[in-house]
T-cell receptor, first 115, second 114 residues
């Protein structure tokens, strides 16, 4: 079965640079979520999109922005990178017809290292 | 303390024994989900229990939910070395909205000794 695809899988950037992470949800899933997991930490919710509109917002820094495109893939744009942004970034998708008890299917993550 | 506190933080048991992990949360929820994560890898969904359910089984997994105490437990029976991983509970808030982000607990690191 198709899973959530994230690219790149690994990314190394310098401080103050920008980064763009991409997420391709499971086919027919139109809801996408982004999470950040620091070393030894639990995942923290950043932001979600439903039908290309922002749906819920968590602890996403102002330096980050995200959007969902017409094909439902999503991109997380990160600017003025800081050392503390080094983390594993997960994307998850869910199917709307399951209602409020949506199971979120997680991608393999993008490991961002900021030097 | 944060939503989704888990205990113990680390658990080491012998293969074949049962492992129990607990999770507490603070707000009203639609459901509570348990995930597994191998070191530095992706999150694997294990089981979802709705707020109107009290117990759910899936293979060697048994999850309970007590909404009056805002707590849940995950039991893994007949543990195997391959069960070694971190286990997280995550709550889906009852906010009335859609596409809500999950709130994860701190996780329990489970080690199964062969």
């Amino acid at each position: 079965a198709a899973g959530v695809i994230q690219s790149p899988r690994h990314l190394i950037k310098e401080k103050r640079e920008t980064a763009t992470l991409k997420c391709y949800p499971i086919p027919r899933h139109d809801t996408v979520y982004w999470y950040q997991q620091g070393p030894g930490q639990d995942p923290q919710f950043l932001i979600s999109f439903y039908e290309k509109m922002q749906s819920d917002k968590g602890s996403i820094p102002d330096r980050f922005s995200a959007q969902q495109f017409s094909d439902y893939h999503s991109e997380l744009n990160m600017s003025s990178l800081e050392l503390g942004d080094s983390a594993l970034y997960f994307c998850a998708s869910s199917h709307p017809l399951r209602g409020p008890n949506n199971e979120q299917f997680f991608g393999p993550g993008t490991r961002l290292t900021v030097l | 303390s944060q939503q989704g506190e888990e205990d113990p933080q680390a658990l080491s048991i012998q293969e074949g024994e049962n492992a129990t992990m607990n999770c507490s949360y603070k707000t009203s929820i639609n459901n509570l989900q348990w995930y597994r994560q191998n070191s530095g890898r992706g999150l694997v969904h294990l089981i979802l229990i709705r707020s109107n359910e009290r117990e759910k089984h899936s293979g060697r997994l048994r999850v309970t939910l007590d909404t009056s105490k805002k707590s849940s437990s995950l039991l893994i029976t007949a543990s195997r070395a391959a069960d070694t991983a971190s286990y997280f509970c995550a709550t889906d808030p009852d906010s009335g909205g859609g596409a809500d982000g999950l709130t994860f607990g701190k996780g329990t690191h489970l080690i199964i000794q062969p």
